[in-house]
């Protein structure tokens, strides 16, 4: 399974766009990259997943460069409401594992006001 | 998205008691259902891997006859902790898979067990 190597932490203020960016330099050709978001006590939340290039959803942009060796998640505008935890990670659900995932460390974003 | 529950959201027991939670995908069925544990300020640590049907796989250093796990149906897995102790207290967290070309793992909200 593909490891994944992200910031610790980040700072941002309100309205600002945030980049979160990803290493995962053994991503293998099957594998997927997907972007969770987690509160204190909650579960992890589906932000937004991809393949390759560019992929755009209501709350977030993925991008993702040719060799997929590392992805970017481009919240934009924040607000203090994402202040969160962000989680990436690689994995091939149609593998042996079906689907497994390993969670590395995250980033924990801390919006200010 | 898909919609996966857990049941209950919070437990406290004794030590030397068993605890069962409820991993339940509400809107879709799971062919694969994953389990998590999560210490305060950590990441969340797969323990083990469950398929419907099939015994459950589970990670390195996960005690199986201590974290029993069955994944009767295909809405539905169980994991029991048994004989708990504080030790065991933790935020465990399930998730799911659909089943499809591109599945998109969902996780439950969580159930906070505490072990007195």
């Known amino acids: 399974l593909a490891k994944t190597t992200q910031p610790i932490s980040m700072d941002s203020y309100e309205g600002q766009e945030v980049n979160i960016t990803c290493s995962h330099n053994?991503?293998?050709?099957?594998?997927?990259i997907t972007w969770y978001q987690q509160f204190p006590s909650q579960g992890p939340r589906f932000i937004i997943q991809?393949?390759?290039t560019k992929v755009t959803n209501e709350v977030a942009s993925l991008f993702i460069p040719a060799d997929r060796k590392s992805s970017t998640l481009s919240l934009p505008r924040v607000s203090l409401s994402d202040t969160a935890v962000y989680y990436c990670?690689?994995?091939?659900?149609?593998?042996?594992?079906?689907?497994?995932?390993?969670f590395g460390q995250g980033t924990t974003l801390q919006v200010k006001p | 998205g898909a919609v996966v529950s857990q049941h209950p959201s919070r437990v406290i027991c004794k030590s030397g008691t068993s605890v069962k939670i409820e991993c339940r995908s509400l809107?879709?069925?799971?062919?694969?259902m994953f389990w998590y544990r999560q210490f305060p300020k950590k990441s969340l640590m797969l323990m083990a891997t469950?398929?419907?049907?099939?015994?459950?796989?589970?990670e390195q250093g996960v005690e199986k006859d201590k974290f029993l796990i069955n994944h009767a149906s295909l809405t539905l897995s169980t994991l029991t902790v048994t004989s708990a102790h504080p030790e065991d207290s933790s935020f465990y967290i399930c998730?799911?898979?659909?089943?499809?070309?591109?599945?998109?793992?969902?996780f439950g909200p969580g159930t906070r067990l505490t072990v007195l």
């Open positions: 469950s398929n419907e049907g099939s015994k459950a796989t589970y």
């Open positions: 998730s799911a898979i659909g089943g499809g070309t591109t599945d998109t793992q969902y």
């Open positions: 809107d879709f069925q799971a062919t694969t």
């Open positions: 990670l690689v994995g091939d659900p149609l593998s042996g594992n079906t689907g497994k995932l390993i």
């Open positions: 991809g393949y390759k």
């Open positions: 053994n991503i293998a050709t099957n594998d997927y």
